[in-house]
């Protein structure tokens, strides 16, 4: 279908009307190709009339010339259980000079669920008039799946809010930099935010949404608060909720979950970025064994098409807390984990075993076994229950189970020991993951590990978005009692980027500090293997230092970080075999690796001029 100009009054309109439409199931979606093209072609719109509804909803929009081709259009219509129609409407000023057409028009999945003969299994609910069997996730969800109402019936109105009469149990955050506003239609900027709601599908239904706009600034956070619930112990307790992110400078949802009533909480749930103009269902399972929160976090893009919209939240098997004392009280005030408990994942005991050491030497933990201080953290286990290797640096770290391997950053344990500066915009490393990162990073931080070569793979990246030009961060190991004459570490690193600093891998002991290997500026979008050669050395740390460039397009990244033949050399009893050479201090070593250049002996006499 095209249209044809019949004549040059001042206002024209051009009105395709669909058919009729009795009802919609949940997940209909209609979708058509359209074509807009000239001069002064003009805006269209695809309007939805729902009867019993005065006004109509506006479901989609062209604006001007765009383009000589095809687009498609896909519009979420969902469920409308009332008769409705559609109609296309292009409105002429006087002057038309172009083409405006339509054809392939589709529906999809717009059928409810059809009647099963038995709906049996524990996670199956099965509608009482339409006999549909559906999900039990789908129950009490505030939409009607079944298309006779029966899985929204007898439900727990605190465990659910539309927003249609308000905020219902959930609260605004006081500590953030904004608030959720809620509203009903389109948001007041062009080209982001919903346009209509999730509930009733119809520009008459209410939503929360974030705007972004004047006087927002990049980065402010608006948090939503959930009412209490009573520990879930038994991990049926599930959190859904409908989220629209529509826009080219949307930023960031993320759901927390927090015991503890001046805390962030952990991080459930994120996503980054432009999602399409739709509303989009999650479900997030939530286990805690104390009382908890939900915080629904919006935070706001580089500019102001980044509105973020939320709708029908609801909770399934979980129990409002209502408890005598609030459950965040006094007592709970702060305790979060320390980095004592949290670096090893096992707290250490509170008393050592008895033992006859003296205060230069290492108690073994489980023994009691005395040995020599110089023995810990040299990548041999000396302990039976090797614990004198358990607060150092891993041998081989590959980041995967989200751990640092005994790596950590002492400028910001410093800045958490005096709060005096915030260590959220400080330039850091951090783990990150393909999966995890927004559009903008895509160009310049590696989108799979090294480990797993996939998007779900973990790396340590130093995040360039932080900081400014020259700073540098630092990632150290604990301190390395001794090392062998072969000892190197490898490691594979990714520095791709217009405005990428610098990598250096550092030595420091007491107060020296040295260069041992360093690399600046792109080195492409590979993952690179560099090796840096130790040797012996004493009581000394190694450290990753990142440089941040001129701007954000910047992250080095590594991964797959390996201390190689790192153990320091053993004495044995038994004489050398001839295939070795006895060094000057009793110890054996290769014939071949006489006179290589290396210090094999430790005492030099492997590469002594008088052999």
């Not at 009482?128 to 039990?136: E, G, V």
């Not at 189970?401 to 800045?415: R, S, V, Y």
Request: with cysteine.
């Amino acid at each position: 279908m095209f249209i044809l100009k019949t004549s040059n009054s001042i206002s024209q309109i051009a009105r395709l009307r669909s058919p009729k439409f009795r009802q919609s199931g949940s997940n209909c979606t209609l979708s058509f190709w359209y074509y807009n093209y000239g001069e002064s072609v003009g805006a269209a719109e695809l309007q939805l009339h729902v009867q019993g509804l005065k006004q109509p909803t506006v479901l989609w929009r062209t604006y001007y010339n765009e383009g000589n081709q095809w687009l498609k259009a896909v519009i979420q219509l969902g469920r409308l259980p009332y008769p409705f129609q559609f109609s296309l409407e292009k409105i002429s000023l006087g002057f038309y000079e172009g083409i405006s057409a339509i054809d392939d028009i589709t529906f999809e999945n717009c059928a409810l669920p059809p009647p099963a003969l038995s709906c049996e299994g524990p996670n199956r609910f099965w509608c009482r008039d339409t006999k549909a069997c559906i999900d039990s996730l789908l129950v009490c969800d505030l939409v009607d799946d079944c298309g006779d109402g029966s899985d929204e019936d007898s439900c727990d109105p605190e465990l659910q809010c539309n927003f249609e009469n308000g905020l219902c149990n959930w609260e605004q955050d006081v500590e953030d930099d904004f608030d959720w506003i809620r509203t009903r239609g389109p948001t007041p900027t062009v080209n982001t935010g919903p346009l209509k709601d999730h509930t009733t599908g119809t520009a008459r239904g209410h939503y929360l949404y974030l705007e972004s706009s004047e006087p927002r600034q990049f980065l402010d956070k608006a948090v939503l608060l959930s009412p209490l619930f009573s520990p879930a112990d038994n991990g049926t307790c599930a959190f859904r909720f409908h989220y629209h992110m529509f826009g080219k400078q949307v930023y960031m949802l993320s759901v927390f979950q927090r015991t503890v009533s001046n805390a962030k909480g952990w991080l459930l749930w994120y996503k980054f970025g432009n999602q399409e103009n739709r509303w989009i269902r999650q479900t997030l399972f939530i286990r805690s064994s104390k009382p908890f929160q939900i915080l629904v976090k919006g935070t706001v893009g580089d500019g102001f098409t980044g509105d973020i919209g939320l709708d029908d939240v609801s909770f399934q098997g979980c129990t409002l807390y209502n408890g005598a004392q609030h459950p965040f009280g006094s007592s709970f005030e702060g305790n979060l984990p320390t980095a004592a408990t949290t670096t090893s994942g096992t707290s250490a005991p509170a008393t050592l075993p008895m033992n006859n050491c003296t205060e230069k030497e290492f108690v073994c933990r489980a023994s009691g076994h005395c040995i020599q201080m110089i023995q810990k953290c040299d990548f041999r286990p000396d302990c039976s229950d090797e614990s004198d290797e358990s607060s150092c640096v891993m041998e081989v770290c590959d980041f995967e189970d989200k751990d640092l391997c005994g790596w950590h950053q002492p400028a910001l344990e410093q800045m958490a020991e005096n709060y005096s500066i915030l260590t959220t915009k400080k330039f850091k490393w951090q783990l990150g993951r393909g999966a995890n990162l927004y559009p903008e990073q895509e160009e310049h931080c590696p989108l799979t590990d090294h480990t797993t070569c996939t998007e779900e793979g973990w790396y340590l990246f130093a995040d360039s978005s932080n900081g400014e030009f020259g700073h540098t961060a630092d990632i150290a190991t604990p301190v390395i009692s001794l090392t062998g004459p072969r000892c190197k570490i490898i490691f594979w690193n990714h520095m791709n980027g217009s405005t990428i600093g610098s990598l250096e891998v550092l030595y420091k002991s007491s107060n020296k500090t040295s260069t041992l290997w360093s690399q600046s500026g792109s080195q492409g979008p590979q993952w690179n293997r560099a090796e840096v050669f130790l040797g012996i050395r004493s009581n000394f740390q190694v450290i990753f230092r990142a440089k941040r460039g001129v701007s954000y397009m910047g992250d080095v990244a590594v991964d797959d970080i390996t201390f190689e033949d790192c153990s320091p050399l053993l004495i044995s009893d038994k004489p050398c075999t001839s295939e070795e050479f006895m060094c000057a201090n009793k110890f054996c070593i290769p014939k071949n690796n006489l006179c290589d250049f290396v210090n094999d002996c430790e005492d030099n006499s492997d590469e002594s001029p008088s052999i």
